[in-house]
Every structure is written in C-alpha cells, then in structure tokens.
C-alpha cells in the first residue's frame, strides 16, 4: 500500500506540470498533458476497489444523488492540499487538454471526490462546485447532484459558506427550474452562519484566489456583494419568488449598493428593484430608488422611468406618478402611451381624499401638452386621447365632478387644440363637455367642423360615424344647452341649414334628423319636431329612423292615429330600401298601441285620441306577420349554414364574394348582418314579441269587460220593462240601473233602494216581492262579474258597444 501511494504522489508533479504548463505560460505539449492523465490513469487502475468510481458513475448518470459514504479508497491517502492543488491544476489546464484528455479528467476526478475520505475545506468545495459547473457532455441534473454530494460533505466537516457558493449554485439551476427551493434553503443557511459568526472564511480559499478567477467575488462578508445580490434577486424573480425576492431586496439593498462606482450592474441591480416596486406597489422603495440615481450620477433609461411611474401609480401615488413623468418629458424620451391609459385608469378607480379626481385628471392635461412625443405611434395616440377624454365626460356624467364642470371643459378644450386631430370619438366628447361647462360656441365650432368634414368624406361609407358625424349624446347634449340659452334657431340653421344642410345625403341626414326628433321629444318641443319632419321629407325619401322617432314623439304625446298613419305609410313603401318598415318600426308600433290601450284604461281621454278596435287587430296582424317572416329566416339562416360546401361547385370569383352571384348580389341574407347588428336585431324582435303577447291579453280582458256590459245593458232592459201600476218604479228605474253599473255600491246601498221601492208600491205587495227578487238576483250576477274583472267605469260614464273604441 505504501508503495502505491508513493507511485501516485510521483505522478502529480507530472500531472501538475503536463496539465499546467500551458495555463502558466510555460512551453509544453499535448503528448504531455497526455502522459500525466496516462500515469494518473495507470495508478489508478493499481488501486483496490477499482469498481467503486465506476458505480458512481453509473449512479451519476442516472442523476440519483449519492449520501456521503466512509469508502477506505485512493482518497484516504492524500491530504485536503494535495486534492486542492490536484483540482486547481485540472481546472486551469483546460486550454492545453484535448476534448477527450477534458474528458478524462474530469471523469477520474469525480471519481477520486466521490471516493475520498479526505477532509473537505472551504477551497475543496469551491473547486469542486466550479469543477461541477464545467463538467462536459453532462445533463445539468448530473452536476446539480454532484454539486449537491460536495456540498453535504462540506457541511459533514463544518465547513463554512459563503456567497460564492450561492453564485456557483445559482448557475447550476439556471437550467432545472425546480430547484428554487435548494436555493433558497441554502440561502438561510448561509444567512444563518453569517448571523453566527461574521467571518469564518478560510484562509486557504484566501490565498490563491485571485490565481483562480479574478471574475469571481471573495465572497467573505456577511452581505453579498453586487454581483451576487443581483444574480439571486434575478434568480427569484424569473421563478415568481416575490416575497423571496422582497426580502433579499430589503435585507441586502444597502450593504450591496454601498460604496459602488456607477456601473451596467449597478443600473440593472437598480432596475430589478424597481420591478419589485411594481410587482408590491411599494412607493417608498420607489423614492428609495429614484434618490439612488440622484446620488449615484446615473440618469435612467427609458424602461427604468416608466417602470418608476407603474410603480408610482400603483401605489395610488399620482403626484409622484406625474413628477418621473415630467422627468421623461425633460430628458427627450417618448411618453409612452401604457403608463398614460394605467394613469387614467387608476384616476377613476383610486379613493384617496389626498388627491381627488378633479386634480389627478385636470393636471394631467399639462403633461399631455407639454411633452413633444406622445405615445410610440399615431393610432397609439389617438387611443390614449380617447381613454383621457371618456374620463372627463363618465366624471361630468356621474356627478363626480360637480362644481367643475367648466374645468373640465377648459382642460379638455386645451388638449383638444393642442393635438388637432380630426376624430368624431374625440369631437364628440368635446361637444359634450364644452355644453356641460356653458360654452356653447366652442361645441358649435367642433360641430360645424365635423359636418364640414363629413362632406368631404366618401358616401359610400357604411355607417354615419364614419362619415365624421358626432355621436348622439353629443347632439343631445348639444340641443338641451342651446334650449337653455335660448339658441335654437342658431343651431338648427347650422346643422340644417346653408350649404351644409343643403350637401349632407340622405344618410347623414336621416342620422341628425333621428336625433334632434328624439332629444327635442323628450324636451316636450313638438313643435321642432314637427318642423323637422316636415323638412326631411320636403328633401330626401321617407326613412325608416325618423319615421320611427316621430312615432315615438306622437305617441308620447297621444296622438295615436297620426302614428298609426306614418306606420301605414311606411307599409306602402315595403320593399323600397331604407324607407321600409324596419324591426324597430314594428316595436315602436307596439308601444303606440300599448300606450292607446293605456290611455283607454286610464280615462279622461276624448274618443279621438283612442284606437278603434279594428285599427288594434290591423297592426296586431302586421306584427305577427313580421314575426312570421322573422321565424322562417332563422329557419332558413340554419340550413344554409348546415350545407356543406366541399360539395359545392364554386367559381375562384364566387368563393371570393362568400358564394353571391349578379342575380342576389343586392339582396341581404341573414347570416351576412354583423354580429353586433344581429344581437340587436335579435333585442328587438324579443321586444317585439313580449308586446304582441301583452297587446293579446289586454285584448282578452277588453273582450271580457265588453261582454259583461252587454249583458248589464238587457239586465236594465228587463227591469225596464217589468210590470208596474205606479209611476214611482219609473221615477226610480234608473236608479236602479245607475246603481247596478257603478263600481263600489254594495250591500247596504241596495238595500236600502229596495226599501225604497218596497215602500213605493205598498198597494201591491207582488209587485214589490218581484222587484225585489230581480234586485236580489242583479246583486248576485254583479258579485260575480266583480270577482272575474273589476269595472273600471266611473258612475254615470254612458256605456260604448263593442264595436266601438278600444
């Protein structure tokens, strides 16, 4: 035994000058390098238990982590500095070693790790975890395994850890990303150790370190330096670890930046804990970060100042928010439209009474004016626009700012002129605001460069809005601010009048006209919408929405048979396009005869202004015949959708235009309406729906309340006509019948006009006992009706046939 561990100590020097001589600038070959790895290899096939290196091996490619075995092996016989400078050599040798002589090396030198018995030092684990990090042709779960077997043998000995360990660990799970919990055991371990002791590197590790890395950190204090605090934050991040990554920051952010000189890794070290900032809407770390540029000289990226301002504007910090802001806009940057859209967002959810919505959205505009390059594109832009302008119309709108209208107004038309960009969206907001702040002029002037531009747009757009026309709370807020100042003349002249009212088509047109008919109705001004009306059908086709909203109008103001007679009309015109009756022309025919029948059932209404009950069944059966034709294209919408078109024999030019030739191409089938369109159309036609089963059954009860009336009418006849020898029964026959029709004369009532007309006719007791007994038998008929339908007839209302009004 004595000899083979002499054999072997001859062998490092050859093994130490072969596969170092390179590495230290010594002359020197690879036919060396190759004779010391063959001697070492030599010796260690002499040595017993040959079959151990080779188990491990096996084991190790199998990624099984091995426990620490007592193995009397090759190891035992070398001390901790021989197997440390063994290791030194070998990993410094690697530019003088072939891809197999690397191979081999690294093969005997687990080998001999795995085997020895030799006590372990701070240098030994740091070699061998660098040795595991450079282990070829190996899965990154095999020098995981290896590196986690060095490391329980150093802690078997008591052996201290440092920071560099972390490092070396950090970047052997780089690529097993289930391991965060190793790394994290490992980071109490090494935090509980330096909480112990402040300093227990050993002093082996300190002597050569520089001969081994000079990228490498000593690692030595008790906090880990930049480099180190930067890879573990890092490393927590990427796996989702937040409050791991929390911790570490708040633990080690003072000691790590301390007395560091401006550098790449300083900024990123910088920018992860702003990450951090916005992950925790965390602030105060956020000014922590931000006096750290200041101090350190360092001006922030781009990146690293909106990620400030997400930070500031989670944490509800908006005055902070805005300061990194104006930062951007001082050094040149791009406002980038992300944090403005979060900013305004967070304005209209936030609750703070520190800083209220009044002051959080009207400051912004200055930002919004002020900087030269809003958002990274123009459509961005516009996007962004929008967002800040539908907060100041749903804040006016709420009642959120009450008291600062015209605020809101100054601060809205000050970004409106500031970006002049030509958007109905944003015209109509403006009109909007400007009506609710009082400056009617200013919403006259956007509305008169709206229209202006709609003329000039293409007339075959699809919709209005697209043409440049405002959307219809603009309108209506427009009307009712020049109701309130007395200028509708003003308004209709610029809308309807001159060259623009003259130019616009009858699209444009019946779009404006629908809406100041609706805003106007609900004014009660009848008077203007008349006048409206009249107009538009003076110049363009009847319309199918103006028609509608004039039903509407009329109806609310019950005037039923004009409204049924617009519906006629436009039943005449079926099939003519946009003049035809739409499905909201049938749903508004159903509120017409609700409202009819209403009225009716109310009282106190002339018969003019009620429908007869033939009209009622006319426009009942125009609406089930809309629902029929309804029903049979949805019927027809769903087999059409079943065909296979595999078996189809379409042209290239029929499959581009979904299958439509010259004969159908104007004709709409179901499944081309839009989808937005057709869940529309689908509101309506169930609104439809409801109301034809309403009108039914109100129809129903008209019937059963006209049938009981009739038979009340023979019931007077009878009495009428009942045989009398006075005239008292003919002075009191139509009280009787005024008693028997109104509603609420019960009981005692008719008693006593029994008594009467029993004292009436004395003389003639059978007389008296046969009025009696019809008085008995009416009452009993009456109670009756009373609990089937109640009568709704006031006393003394004469009574109308059947066939009358409804």
């Not at 002049?420 to 006259?444: E, W």
């Not at 006719?761 to 046969?770: I, K, L, R």
């Not at 009756?784 to 409804?806: E, I, Y």
């Amino acid at each position: 035994m004595a000899g083979r561990m002499n054999a072997f100590r001859l062998c490092l020097p050859a093994l130490a000058m072969s596969t170092g001589r390179r590495a230290r600038g010594f002359p020197g070959s690879s036919e060396d390098c190759r004779w010391g790895w063959n001697c070492f290899s030599c010796f260690s096939a002499m040595r017993p238990h040959h079959d151990l290196g080779a188990r491990t091996l096996d084991r190790m490619s199998q990624g099984t982590t091995l426990t620490r075995r007592s193995v009397h092996g090759l190891g035992s016989f070398f001390s901790t500095k021989e197997i440390n400078m063994s290791l030194k050599l070998a990993l410094t040798g690697y530019a003088s070693m072939t891809a197999t002589d690397v191979a081999n090396a690294h093969g005997k030198l687990v080998e001999l790790l795995d085997s020895a018995d030799t006590p372990f030092d701070g240098a030994t684990l740091d070699l061998s975890l660098r040795l595991a990090r450079r282990m070829p042709r190996a899965p990154p779960r095999v020098r995981l395994a290896f590196a986690l077997r060095m490391l329980q043998r150093a802690r078997a000995y008591n052996v201290s850890l440092n920071w560099r360990v972390m490092m070396h660990f950090l970047a052997l799970a780089q690529h097993t990303p289930r391991k965060v919990n190793m790394i994290l055991a490992l980071n109490r371990m090494i935090e509980l150790q330096f909480s112990q002791r402040e300093d227990q590197m050993p002093s082996q590790l300190l002597s050569f370190t520089d001969e081994i890395d000079h990228d490498i950190p000593t690692g030595h204090d008790s906090a880990p330096d930049v480099s180190t605090f930067y890879a573990l934050v890092k490393f927590f991040m990427r796996r989702r670890k937040t409050e791991a990554a929390v911790e570490t920051w708040k633990k080690h952010r003072m000691t790590a930046l301390a007395a560091v000189a401006p550098t790449d890794l300083v900024e990123n070290v910088l920018s992860q804990g702003i990450w951090i900032c916005v992950i925790t809407c965390d602030d105060v770390e956020a000014k922590w970060i931000a006096r750290q540029y200041k101090k350190l000289g360092i001006t922030p990226d781009t990146y690293a100042l909106h990620l400030l301002v997400s930070a500031c504007i989670r944490a509800s910090d908006f005055a902070a928010a805005r300061a990194h802001m104006r930062h951007i806009c001082r050094l040149g940057y791009v406002l980038h439209e992300r944090q403005l859209r979060e900013y305004v967002q967070a304005s209209m959810s936030a609750v703070t009474a520190k800083q209220p919505l009044d002051d959080r959205l009207f400051r912004l505009s200055e930002i919004l004016t002020s900087t030269k390059f809003l958002c990274s594109a123009e459509r961005n832009r516009l996007r962004l626009l929008r967002a800040y302008f539908h907060a100041l119309y749903a804040s006016v709108l709420e009642g959120r700012l009450t008291a600062r209208e015209k605020e809101a107004g100054a601060c809205a038309q000050l970004v409106f002129d500031h970006w002049k960009i030509d958007d109905n969206i944003l015209a109509s907001y403006m009109t909007y605001l400007a009506c609710q702040a009082g400056r009617l002029d200013v919403a006259l002037r956007v509305v008169q460069e709206c229209h202006f531009e709609a003329l000039c747009a293409d007339s075959t757009q699809e919709g209005v809005h697209e043409s440049g026309l405002l959307y219809a709370f603009a309108y209506e807020a427009l009307i009712e601010q020049s109701v309130k100042e007395d200028r509708v003349s003003s308004l209709l002249a610029l809308v309807f009048g001159g060259d623009i009212g003259d130019a616009l088509n009858a699209k444009c047109a019946s779009y404006l006209t629908t809406n100041f008919i609706r805003s106007f109705g609900r004014l009660g001004r009848l008077d203007i919408c008349s006048q409206l009306f009249d107009a538009f059908s003076h110049k363009h086709v009847a319309h199918a929405s103006v028609t509608n909203a004039y039903m509407s109008v009329l109806s609310a103001v019950e005037r039923f048979e004009e409204a049924v007679c617009l519906f006629r009309a436009l039943q005449i015109s079926k099939g003519s396009g946009l003049s035809a009756a739409d499905d909201v022309s049938y749903s508004v025919l159903g509120k017409v005869i609700l409202d009819a029948m209403r009225a009716r059932n109310g009282g106190g209404h002339a018969d003019s202004a009620l429908l007869p009950i033939h009209v009622v069944n006319e426009m009942l059966a125009y609406m089930e015949d809309y629902l029929r034709c309804v029903d049979l294209e949805v019927k027809s919408e769903k087999s059409a959708n079943t065909v296979d078109l595999s078996t189809q024999n379409f042209e290239a030019d029929e499959l581009h235009t979904d299958g439509a030739t010259d004969s159908d191409a104007g004709m709409m089938r179901p499944f081309e309406i839009p989808p937005d369109r057709r869940v529309k159309r689908a509101r309506t036609v169930e609104e439809i729906r409801n109301k034809v089963t309403l009108i039914r059954k109100r129809l129903v009860v008209a019937r059963i309340v006209t049938s009981r009336r009739s038979a009340d009418e023979k019931e007077d006849i009878v009495l009428a006509n009942a045989p009398c020898q006075s005239a008292a029964f003919d002075q009191n026959n139509g009280t009787v019948r005024t008693v028997l029709r109104t509603p609420g004369v019960h009981g005692h009532e008719l008693e006593s006009m029994k008594q009467r007309l029993g004292s009436a006719y004395s003389g003639d007791g059978q007389t008296a006992d046969q009025i009696r007994e019809r008085l008995a038998a009416a009452r009993i008929a009456r109670s009756r009706c009373n609990r089937k339908v109640p009568n709704t007839r006031a006393a003394g209302q004469p009574r109308k046939s059947s066939s009358d009004v409804m």
